[in-house]
């Protein structure tokens, strides 16, 4: 399976981004989708989740400015961050949520910087 994670960058605290990722997994549409960061010199961390039927849970500290979506037709899920504050920096991966994981793939950078 290839994950695919795109849509980071530079921002400035208060910014937003979105944030894509693309499964080439045909299950893709029964599986729960979770977004996971790892900042530098920490463990990859669980950020936010949306289950096969749409509901969504998210970590205490991104509640209230990230949004989670998926479309499976597109086999696509999205992090929609909004006041973003230099605590988000860090590196954005996608997975599924149930064990074992898929491949890792590369991630997606967020800077969160003045």
């Known amino acids: 399976v290839q994950l695919v994670e795109s849509g980071g960058g530079l921002v400035q605290p208060g910014g937003s981004l979105r944030l894509s990722c693309a499964a080439s997994?045909?299950?893709?549409?029964?599986?729960?989708m979770g977004w996971y960061r790892q900042a530098p010199g920490k463990q990859r961390q669980f950020v936010a989740r949306i289950s096969s039927s749409g509901y969504k849970y998210y970590v205490d500290s991104v509640k209230g400015r990230f949004t989670i979506s998926r479309d499976n037709a597109k086999n696509t899920v999205t992090l929609q961050m909004n006041s973003l504050k230099p605590e988000d920096t860090a590196v954005y991966y996608c997975?599924?949520?149930?064990?074992?994981?898929?491949?890792w793939g590369r991630g997606t950078q967020v800077a969160v910087s003045s």
């Open positions: 997994d045909s299950s893709f549409s029964v599986q729960d």
């Open positions: 997975n599924k949520v149930s064990y074992p994981p898929w491949d």
